[in-house]
């Protein structure tokens, strides 16, 4: 069954840290880029960060998580990691991953599966 499943989410006040999780099972990272998602209420779903399979190592973030948020990948554990620091309110979201059998990743377009979402919140 292809699934991806997310974690990591939760409370966390401004300035803080979370590491977001999206393992994916009957795939591989191989061959699929791993892009991650956000939706706010009220909001438009964004491109967050993406991340290209081995070997067409590529990741790409939107201007406004540069610097704070960090994209990697372990094979082995067929897991996509999305570290986020210094957490502001306006990153408050559902956040996403979904795969695409691609070796180049994109922050927007059609996507092959998705995860279910996990909330991260950023409040004092």
């Known amino acids: 069954q292809l699934q991806l499943v997310e974690s990591g989410g939760g409370l966390v006040q401004p300035g803080g840290s979370l590491r977001l999780s999206c393992t994916v099972s009957?795939?591989?990272?191989?061959?699929?880029?791993i892009t991650w998602f956000r939706q706010a209420p009220g909001k438009e779903r964004e491109g967050v960060s993406c991340?290209?399979?081995?070997?067409?190592?590529?990741?790409r973030y939107i201007e406004s998580v540069k610097g704070r948020f960090t994209i990697s990948s372990d094979n082995a554990k067929n897991t996509v990691y999305l570290q986020m620091n210094s957490l502001k309110p306006e990153d408050t979201a559902v956040y996403y991953c979904?795969?695409?059998?691609?070796?180049?990743?994109?922050?927007?377009?059609?996507?092959?599966?998705w995860g279910q979402g996990t909330q991260v919140t950023v409040s004092s």
């Open positions: 991340i290209s399979p081995r070997g067409y190592y590529r990741t």
């Open positions: 979904a795969a695409v059998r691609s070796y180049f990743c994109e922050l927007s377009g059609s996507f092959d599966y």
């Open positions: 009957g795939f591989t990272l191989d061959y699929y880029a």
